[in-house]
């Protein structure tokens, strides 16, 4: 029988390699992975070393190629960045926020404020053991801890695991871990549910600190943990479905609901045409505007209507959040914008922050591919501030990421704190493949792919080996035909098995063929 296996997965992996296009070498992500081990000084080393960076990057990261350098090498830069934090425990692997150890962490360092940047970005890993156990490690072990640290901030955890879910289409984790989900978001609901049915939240528990709209002590009701909880019911409502639980899937369908009416209601400000920070001890919407209030489009929860897309405005307005390094976290005509200092650490008051960055790029891209109300938005301007944002991935010159910037010169707030040295709080890999490149994860059995890239801004890229739903996935854009040597167009193939084509940079959905067994899927 043994043998018999052998000879078939023999079989298999031939016949797969036989209809295989040619595809990516590892020969970029060698060089700049050779580039950032040099200029790097590794004082903390965790499961995967510098030496050791190519070789698991070579096994587990998409590869991806395009005509912005700028793109590229931060494509690349930030998996490396993101592998330092990555420790092997008694418990499973985890992921780590700070490079050093910090006074508010949990076991093993770990922090749960970018949880669901975490999932969101580790998601397409191909080995799938670092995030199962990142996820197991929050809901199973961190309880049992002394001082549970899993709500210490406001998270998107049910919600992330779904998307998890959409690309490996792990039907029994989802039946696992459903239980689990739906009372942690209970808890959420006893310890921070209003008598009005929405959310409550101190700014520094949304990872947002000396903000404008508020302090430390005080708690509002905010647009993070409103939408943050609508993103969770949605999720648990899908998941309930697909486990069989009507019950669950109703109810969480009527409280998503309910959250999308209170939340248009509640934070909507009609005049600053914006969602807001609802004040609770003033009883009174916040006078700012600020970054948070695009974070409900993270979760497609506004309504599709003109007035809720005139918000996005304000994204591209210098008065607004738009500054030479990135989008501010509140908008630049506030008089109360950057007037925190940084005696505190932590100024959510109007500089840059990649962990918002991230949220709103996410936000902008939902806005063009799901929403027919779009204000003016573009992929333009969606393309241009992503290559705002990888490019202020620097320091004195060299790739960095920190915790936050001054939003004229650049300047990383925290300034030689190692603890901000590859500040693992945002996301950035899965922008380029889920939103500019455009692979949507789907919970049918079809590919999609709506790219984000502006008519005329390339002639050519190309995503490979990326791991979706068991099969091996590869979008290629090749305008003239003469980059691969391949025929022109856009061409998408599974398993190297070419599934659809189109002489137009567009959106496609296709059916997915069954996938191929090959002996790398049968070790996964």
């Not at 023999?10 to 209809?19: E, K």
């Not at 150890?101 to 397409?124: C, F, M, Q």
């Not at 006078?287 to 497609?300: S, T």
């Not at 059995?445 to 190309?462: A, H, M, R, S, T």
Request: hydrophobic residues 35%; glycine residues 6%.
């Amino acid at each position: 029988m043994k043998k018999i296996l052998t000879i078939l997965l023999s079989l298999t992996a031939t016949i797969a390699y036989s209809q295989t296009k040619p595809s990516l070498t590892d020969d970029k992500l060698k060089s700049y992975v050779t580039y950032f081990n040099k200029i790097d000084t590794e004082t903390v080393k965790n499961y995967v070393t510098n030496d050791q960076a190519i070789d698991w990057m070579s096994q587990n990261v998409p590869l991806f190629e395009c005509p912005d350098s700028t793109l590229e090498k931060i494509y690349y830069y930030r998996w490396w960045a993101m592998r330092k934090h990555l420790k092997q425990t008694p418990d499973g692997f985890v992921f780590t926020e700070f490079i050093t150890p910090v006074n508010h962490a949990g076991k093993y360092n770990t922090v749960s404020s970018a949880l669901g940047h975490h999932i969101y970005e580790g998601r397409w890993l191909r080995n799938q053991t670092y995030i199962n156990d990142y996820i197991n490690f929050w809901l199973y072990v961190d309880p049992k801890t002394p001082k549970p640290h899993l709500r210490n901030f406001s998270s998107w955890l049910q919600n992330a695991v779904f998307n998890y879910y959409l690309v490996n289409g792990n039907k029994p984790m989802v039946q696992k871990l459903l239980p689990v989900l739906d009372a942690d978001y209970r808890a959420w609901e006893k310890d921070k549910k209003l008598p009005n049915n929405m959310f409550w939240q101190f700014d520094v528990k949304d990872a947002m600190e000396e903000s404008i709209s508020g302090g430390r002590k005080d708690k509002n009701i905010r647009p993070t943990i409103n939408s943050y909880m609508y993103g969770n019911a949605i999720a648990l409502s899908k998941m309930a479905a697909l486990v069989g639980n009507d019950t669950l899937k109703k109810i969480y369908a009527a409280k998503a609901k309910e959250l999308k009416k209170l939340v248009q209601d509640t934070l909507w400000d009609n005049q600053a045409s914006f969602f807001k920070v609802k004040q609770v001890t003033k009883n009174q919407l916040a006078d700012a505007r600020e970054e948070l209030g695009y974070i409900p489009w993270y979760f497609n929860l506004p309504d599709d209507k003109a007035k809720y897309a005139e918000q996005w405005e304000q994204l591209v307005d210098e008065k607004g959040f738009n500054a030479p390094w990135g989008i501010t976290t509140a908008e630049r005509r506030h008089p109360g914008f950057r007037t925190h200092g940084t005696g505190h650490g932590c100024e959510w008051d109007g500089a840059v922050w990649p962990f918002a960055t991230t949220q709103t790029l996410k936000g902008l891209a939902n806005l063009l591919t799901n929403y027919k109300n779009k204000d003016g938005m573009s992929s333009k301007i969606f393309y241009d501030e992503l290559h705002k944002y990888a490019a202020s991935h620097q320091k004195r010159g060299l790739p960095y990421l920190g915790e936050y910037q001054d939003e004229k010169n650049g300047y990383w707030l925290k300034g030689d704190n190692p603890r901000s040295s590859y500040y693992n709080h945002s996301g950035f890999a899965d922008l380029i493949i889920n939103d500019l490149i455009g692979l949507k994860p789907r919970e049918d059995n079809k590919l999609e792919v709506y790219p984000l890239i502006p008519e005329g801004q390339w002639d050519w890229f190309c995503l490979d080996k990326v791991n979706y739903r068991g099969r091996t996935i590869t979008i290629r854009w090749d305008k003239t035909g003469t980059k691969y040597n391949q025929g022109q167009g856009l061409v998408i193939y599974s398993d190297g098995k070419e599934i659809a084509k189109s002489k137009e940079l567009k959106h496609i959905v296709v059916k997915l063929p069954l996938p191929v067994l090959t002996r790398d899927k049968m070790i996964q």
